[in-house]
């Protein structure tokens, strides 16, 4: 996905967003819970909450700000953008009843990666993660041009998040090469403490990163000799799979395609 300009947001609109994102983390908020993030008058606040109870993404409800079921269409349509997206979903449900791991296909937006599907239920907060730090971050960023990698990092850091997440920019290149050449990256405690994982890119109707694929699960239930081969040709052997599909698929999934206009 392209790069944002800062220059071109409008400060109302981005204030009214983190203010849905803070209702949401916090999972039903009180107005002086929000008062205490944001620095902003009672009035002005009152002003956007009004506008979004007015248009459902919001409702008020004893005594708190809720996400309004009318969010979810948001979700949904986002979710549903692209039919590769249903295609990918219909091939990885299998994986985890064939191997007990966790499985999730994931996208890159705004250079953050988003959980499309994932086999467990997940915490709603655990849905948008960093690109340095995950099994499918670092391979879709394998496989990305390194000023669009650079973008990223420029835009959201390395965050550290656990003691084995990588915080400099140079090893986190030198770990992109490794996995260009092997095919798929490794998440080793990275993002998760006692959590590992393996990801892998699918590539879309035109060529170009459609997300990526994973696999992992607790390192108590998963050993690292088992998910570093058969999880692997498991990973690869199904991402084939779900090529082969869209390309099967391809007059059905043109819209996919970038339009001449």
Avoid at 149 to 162: A, D, F, K, S, Y
Wanted: aromatic share 6%; proline share 2%; glycine share 6%.
């Amino acid at each position: 996905m392209g790069k944002t300009n800062k220059e071109n947001v409008h400060s109302t609109t981005e204030q009214a967003i983190r203010l849905l994102d803070a209702i949401r983390r916090a999972n039903g908020a009180t107005i002086s819970d929000l008062l205490t993030e944001f620095d902003t008058s009672r009035s002005v606040l009152y002003t956007h909450l009004n506008t979004l109870t007015n248009s459902g993404l919001v409702i008020r409800e004893n005594g708190r700000y809720w996400m309004g079921i009318r969010s979810k269409e948001f979700s949904v349509a986002a979710e549903t953008r692209k039919p590769s997206y249903q295609l990918v979903k219909n091939e990885i449900q299998y994986l985890e009843d064939e191997f007990e791991a966790e499985t999730e296909f994931l996208v890159e937006e705004a250079g953050r990666i988003n959980i499309l599907y994932h086999s467990e239920n997940i915490d709603h907060n655990r849905v948008r993660l960093y690109a340095h730090n995950t099994a499918a971050g670092k391979a879709i960023l394998a496989d990305l041009p390194d000023q669009r990698v650079h973008e990223i990092l420029n835009q959201h850091g390395l965050p550290q998040q656990t003691e084995n997440t990588i915080t400099d920019r140079d090893e986190l290149f030198n770990e992109l090469e490794v996995i260009s050449e092997r095919g798929y990256a490794y998440n080793n405690n990275e993002c998760f403490d006692g959590y590992h994982g393996i990801g892998a890119t699918v590539d879309g109707i035109d060529g170009s990163v459609l997300g990526a694929v994973t696999l992992g699960g607790p390192i108590y239930r998963i050993p690292e000799n088992r998910l570093k081969n058969e999880l692997v040709d498991a990973l690869q052997n199904t991402i084939n799979e779900i090529e082969k599909s869209i390309e099967a698929n391809r007059s059905n999934i043109s819209s996919e395609l970038a339009s001449e206009d």
